[in-house]
């Protein structure tokens, strides 16, 4: 069973586009995260949720929107989609006491 | 703030030789400190991490880092590489937010390059 899964894997899209990308975890964390990783495999935290709620919010522009229906899944939407967006995004969960995480296999957005 | 620094860009060695790797971190407190390794079109794995107690920590793949805390830094070792260990290696310490809560900061990373 995979413990932190992605989807999509890869997502090519138009500037001006929005999409998604989801993230489920069955490990029972109560933290899930979003890490953006450019193309210089740099690696930086975006957001975080614990039990649904917002508790990282580092500065990323205002067209990224995270959402957390439950404290299994954490998504990623993505307004008007900017060349500069192109990277690999990652989803984590973590217990939030160690910063311990299990990271998914990761999301290559290339935006054209 | 916190930060980790690992100086290393890029390593080349040799099948069956030994391989360190260097992390230095900066942190108020006692870190919660990690080695992540990332294969290509992969994502992160563990390879070990510290928290407390014995400042030598074994992981995983027959890697082991030290943590000393009068240098700040927490390297990685191997004591004979193989073909398959070339990836790409992330130091992570874990910082506090404001909030109260963990957030792992990283290290840029050094790609190990092992030649046959």
């Known amino acids: 069973d995979t413990a932190v899964s992605q989807t999509p894997k890869y997502l090519v899209t138009q500037m001006g586009n929005d999409k998604s990308i989801k993230c489920e975890q069955n490990?029972?964390?109560?933290?899930m995260y979003w890490y953006k990783q450019d193309s210089k495999k740099f690696l930086k935290i975006m957001f975080s949720?614990?039990?649904?709620?917002?508790?990282i919010n580092e500065t990323v522009p205002n067209r990224f929107s995270p959402k957390s229906p439950d404290k299994a899944h954490l998504n990623l939407h993505i307004n008007s989609l900017e060349l500069g967006d192109s990277a690999v995004y990652f989803c984590?969960?973590?217990?939030?006491?160690?910063?311990?995480?299990?990271f998914g296999e990761g999301s290559r957005l290339t935006v054209l | 703030a916190q930060s980790v620094t690992q100086p290393d860009i890029h390593i080349t060695v040799s099948e069956g030789a030994s391989l360190e790797l260097r992390c230095n971190y900066s942190?108020?407190?006692?870190?919660?400190l990690f080695w992540y390794v990332q294969s290509p079109g992969q994502g992160l794995q563990l390879l070990l991490k510290?928290?407390?107690?014995?400042?030598l920590v074994q992981g995983i793949k027959g890697f082991e880092a030290e943590f000393k805390r009068s240098q700040s830094s927490f390297n990685l070792r191997k004591p004979s590489v193989h073909w398959s260990d070339a990836a790409e290696y992330f130091c992570?310490?874990?910082?506090?937010?404001?909030?109260?809560?963990?957030?792992?900061?990283f290290g840029a990373g050094t790609r190990l390059a092992v030649h046959p």
């Open positions: 984590a969960s973590g217990l939030g006491i160690t910063g311990e995480l299990f």
């Open positions: 490990l029972g964390h109560d933290t």
């Open positions: 949720y614990n039990n649904k709620e917002l508790i």
């Open positions: 942190y108020g407190a006692t870190p919660y």
């Open positions: 510290y928290f407390s107690g014995d400042t």
């Open positions: 992570a310490v874990g910082g506090l937010t404001s909030g109260g809560y963990n957030k792992l900061i």
